[in-house]
């Protein structure tokens, strides 16, 4: 039976089962439910006031009902001091047609309700329920449903006077009883709506089935099988809003058919298109030349979900970090949200988070800004998995194609997967045009590889592979990371070209714990010639190592390495020292902080030295060291004596040939020290501000007597930096071979600046000086004695002097020659992220270092969303430029250009200069070569781009 309502000039609302129009034939069959209607003052609505006794009524028994039942009594027409707010309602229509809209809101507006059905009423007769019950399935025609028919959920249809439809839903009632509320006193206050700042959904593993909500001006359709909304439709349920035009909904199935404008938002996701079905519970089906918006945040492992990354599982796309043994949850923040639409001829929901996109476009820029975008055959966003893949690509940037790939596949959550990363190029003066193409291979969580084979033009092509691997092993956990490079036959050198490095580290749970470092290369200019960095083409010594530690005794560690070196000498005109090799060296450390009120501690190591040449003294040397000290400490001053004994012995062989020495040398020397300091604080006022000032003085008193130290040859010793950590320090050498002899006072003194709000230090300076009472006798082979009664002056500041502008400076000060041995001053600038000056000049006279260099680098905006990088760091002493970086930057919200170019010194006579230009598309990718590590490395306080990507996201 098909029922048609007349259009009334206000929304006409209506349930999917007619409640409205059925309402007096089926009164019998309707079952009283255990709920207390909600009740309004008629005064708030302009209404005679209603006698208390009309608010006495019988309390309703619940009752389960078995299956989705509908609640329709009959409403009297309203009473004469109501009708003239009913017409106003319904419109100038008149007649039988002006109550049908008041009626459904006849429970909150009538003057006197009448009263409750009993829920005991008698049943409707048969042919009653036979009007229901008759409708014909084919009443109504529809097309095939998308999915197979699954269980019907209540639906209500309602459209309010003024917003256009209020909300009924028609759910099936609760199974169990509910109590009725207590009754209200007949002389209380009147009952009131509360409105609510949000629909309340039920939970996703809730068995209470969810409403739908169906407006339209206009609708029609067959009981409990068919309603066909028309002209401003939509349709509610849980989350999800769908409007068009026209609707066709199916209860039975939970399918809807709707054309004409047709717009779905759930959450932050919105799809809209000419035409469009769906089947709501599944989240699947399609849209017809639709348009898309989706904002995502990354998906991770919950925290009490998280698991080890062992075992070779399936290939996932986790972010594996250096000493990380379990995936654990880690949100982003909102403002790393991923954002992508577009259109496409059709788009297929393929059930939850799963689209598939025919002749689709895809961009992550806002909308209105199509600077850039893809153009695909068919695309797949499966953001379970967080995985884009698409065929017959091209990037298209101000709608000029740059890039066409056959097939893509990128990550939606800027974490790298399997596949071809996405080339970099750029060119140098040494290795002319450069091409790397990455294939990046996600083996498993805990598991990958990289693959990059390099061209450059003037060389050849070289090979490049890196290896990862964490895992758990022991009760503890274990990382491994290779680097493997290869270039054959370069054409510039004539010769085949390698490098390798190995890093292994492992911890076990009964307290062992090992590493592994292992670095070497095919000849000495591998560095300068192929590599970028600067802290790689300045390396002369390459670590070889492997150490084994146990640390499960708990006051005590040993320690076991063995230890080498490839040394590099890049520059034939500053010959490097080959350091002696380490086979072994153990070393044991025990403290017992709170033995017998003291604090004692041993330190002890044997070492066998052992020289690549074979032409150089070599031998075993073995150090004891004990010491006991009493702490006194209070919380404004400490004093802290301790005494100890150095015990070195040493078992020599020489080359034949060599200097007659002994072959066995012993050193014992008793070690005497008193440290101790003060702390004052006061209150002070700064910048008018109040902070707590400190002032800490400290006196360290030390002595060592003398002993001939010169037939024990120099294996791992030499000249310490004269700092502020060495002049409390036992010992002016670094390693065993010489211990100085000391009868010194080291006087210094320190002042803080510290917010009481935080605790924060804002401000620190220092000064300090060695006084000595003996000569120095003990020396390095090739130095002099020191000749004077104190050592030079230390001072340095370092701190925040105005907002945002921060300040470092040291210097060394000689008293007795007026000079200054070396100094250093620098200053920051940083008001801003993008926003970074940075200054520095340093000056050292030592012959073995000479240093007179300044820096200065920064990167600042222009103009609008230009802005400028930059450094330069000249030496005086050489007067050639050491670095120079000049580059610019464009950043447009979704995509970012820089172009840098970059000069660097990498020997006393060869330079090498670079030319890097990189697009950076947000969420996709960038092209080019990675200029982002370069500028960080060598510009402090550098913010990259406000895009969010980095290199090598996309994969082609």
Not at 627 to 640: E, K, L, M, R
Not at 750 to 775: C, H, K, T, V, W
């Amino acid at each position: 039976m098909k029922l048609p309502f007349q259009r009334k000039p206000l929304t006409l609302i209506f349930c999917c089962t007619f409640a409205g129009t059925l309402a007096v034939s089926f009164a019998g069959a309707a079952r009283a439910q255990g709920t207390t209607p909600f009740r309004v003052d008629p005064r708030l609505l302009g209404l005679p006031p209603v006698t208390p006794a009309s608010l006495e009524r019988p309390a309703a028994e619940a009752r389960a009902v078995e299956q989705p039942a509908l609640e329709v009594r009959p409403l009297p027409a309203p009473p004469a001091a109501a009708a003239p707010a009913a017409t106003d309602d319904a419109g100038p229509r008149g007649g039988a047609a002006a109550p049908a809209p008041a009626a459904s809101r006849a429970p909150a507006a009538a003057a006197a309700p009448p009263p409750r059905v009993p829920a005991t009423a008698a049943p409707a007769p048969a042919a009653e329920r036979a009007v229901s019950e008759a409708a014909s399935p084919g009443s109504g025609s529809r097309a095939d449903p998308v999915a197979p028919r699954v269980a019907p959920a209540a639906t209500a249809a309602t459209r309010g006077p003024a917003e256009g439809g209020g909300q009924s839903p028609l759910a099936p009632p609760l199974s169990a009883p509910v109590a009725a509320p207590a009754a209200r006193p007949a002389d209380g206050p009147p009952l009131a709506l509360q409105a609510a700042t949000a629909v309340q959904s039920p939970p996703p593993e809730s068995v209470v089935p969810r409403p739908v909500f169906l407006s339209a001006r206009r609708v029609s359709g067959v009981l409990d099988r068919e309603a066909v909304a028309e002209e401003e439709a939509e349709l509610r349920k849980a989350g999800t809003v769908l409007t068009a035009e026209r609707m066709t909904y199916w209860p039975i199935e939970e399918e809807v058919e709707a054309t004409g404008n047709v717009q779905l938002q759930q959450g932050d996701d919105r799809i809209s298109g000419t035409q469009a079905r769906l089947k709501l519970d599944d989240q699947v089906g399609f849209f017809d030349q639709a348009s898309y918006f989706v904002k995502r945040q990354a998906k991770v492992v919950p925290a009490e979900e998280s698991e080890p990354t062992t075992g070779f599982a399936a290939p996932r796309v986790i972010a594996i970090k250096p000493g990380q043994s379990k995936v654990k949850a880690n949100q982003k923040p909102a403002s790393e949200l991923t954002e992508a639409r577009g259109e496409a001829e059709r788009i297929d929901l393929e059930g939850e988070n799963q689209l598939r996109l025919t002749g689709a476009t895809y961009t992550t820029c806002k909308p209105g800004n199509d600077d850039w975008y893809v153009t695909v055959a068919d695309l797949k966003l499966d953001y379970d998995n967080e995985v884009g893949t698409g065929s017959d690509a091209t990037v298209r940037f101000f709608d000029v194609p740059i890039l066409h790939s056959p097939w893509l596949s990128f990550p939606l959550n800027n974490e790298r997967k399997s596949g071809f990363l996405t080339p970099s190029y750029g060119s140098s003066s040494s290795s002319g045009i450069e091409l790397t193409v990455p294939y990046y291979w996600n083996i498993a969580p805990n598991m990958d590889a990289t693959f990059e084979p390099r061209l450059l033009t003037k060389r050849g092509v070289q090979l490049g592979s890196q290896f990862r691997h964490l895992n758990e092993a022991f009760g503890g956990t274990y990382r491994s990371d290779a680097l493997f490079e290869y270039l054959p036959h370069d054409r510039l050198a004539d010769r085949d070209r390698w490098g390798v490095a190995v890093q292994h580290t492992q911890s076990t749970a009964n307290g062992f714990s090992g590493t592994v470092s292992y670095n070497r290369v095919s000849d000495n200019d591998y560095y300068t010639d192929l590599s970028s960095r600067i802290a790689q083409t300045s390396q002369t010594q390459l670590l070889q190592q492997g150490t084994v530690t146990y640390g499960g005794g708990g006051w005590w560690t040993a320690t076991a390495t063995v230890q080498s070196f490839q040394t590099l000498e890049p520059d034939p005109k500053n010959p490097v020292t080959k350091p002696y090799r380490l086979l072994p060296q153990i070393t044991v450390n025990a403290r017992q902080p709170d033995l017998f009120f003291t604090d004692s501690s041993f330190y002890g190591q044997y070492t066998s030295f052992v020289h690549p040449e074979k032409a150089l003294v070599e031998g075993q040397r073995i150090v004891l060291q004990p010491q006991i000290s009493v702490p006194f400490v209070t919380p404004g001053w400490y004093v802290t004596p301790r005494v100890g004994v150095n015990i070195t012995h040493y078992d020599l062989s020489y080359p034949s040939g060599g200097f007659l020495r002994p072959e066995s040398i012993s050193r014992t020397l008793p070690i005497f020290s008193v440290d101790s300091g003060m702390t004052f604080e006061r209150s002070s006022i700064w910048f008018d501000r109040e902070y707590t000032q400190t002032l800490e003085p400290r006196l360290f008193y030390l002595n060592i007597p003398y002993k001939n130290q010169d037939d024990i040859p120099i294996f791992d010793t030499a000249l310490a930096d004269f700092n502020f950590a060495q002049i409390f320090a036992d010992n002016q050498f670094s390693g065993w071979d010489r211990l100085n002899n000391a009868n010194q006072l080291t006087a210094a003194l320190s002042s803080r600046l510290i917010d009481p709000a935080n605790g924060a230090e804002i401000m620190r300076a220092m000064i300090g000086q060695l006084i000595y009472f003996s000569d120095d006798k003990v020396t390095l082979p090739g130095t002099t004695l020191r000749k004077w009664g104190s050592s030079d002056f230390l001072a340095a500041f370092s701190g925040q002097v105005w907002p945002r502008l921060y300040l470092d400076a040291a210097l060394q000060y000689d008293p007795s020659d007026s000079t200054f041995e070396r100094y250093a001053v620098g200053s920051r600038y940083h008001p801003a992220p993008g926003k970074a000056l940075n200054a520095s000049y340093v000056f050292n006279t030592d012959a073995s270092v000479p240093i007179k260099q300044v820096d200065l680098s920064g990167q600042w905006p222009i103009t609008g969303r230009w802005q400028a990088v930059g450094r330069y760091n000249y030496s005086f002493l050489q007067n050639t430029p050491i670095e120079i970086i000049g580059g610019l930057e464009y950043n447009a919200g979704c995509w970012a250009v820089r172009t840098v170019a970059h000069r660097l010194q990498t020997a006393q006579a060869d330079s090498t200069t670079q030319f890097f230009v990189q697009l950076e598309l947000s969420g996709l990718s960038s092209v080019g070569s990675s200029t982002q590590n370069l500028l960080q490395r060598r510009i402090p306080g550098y913010a990259g781009g406000a895009t969010g990507s980095e290199q090598g996201l996309a994969q082609w």
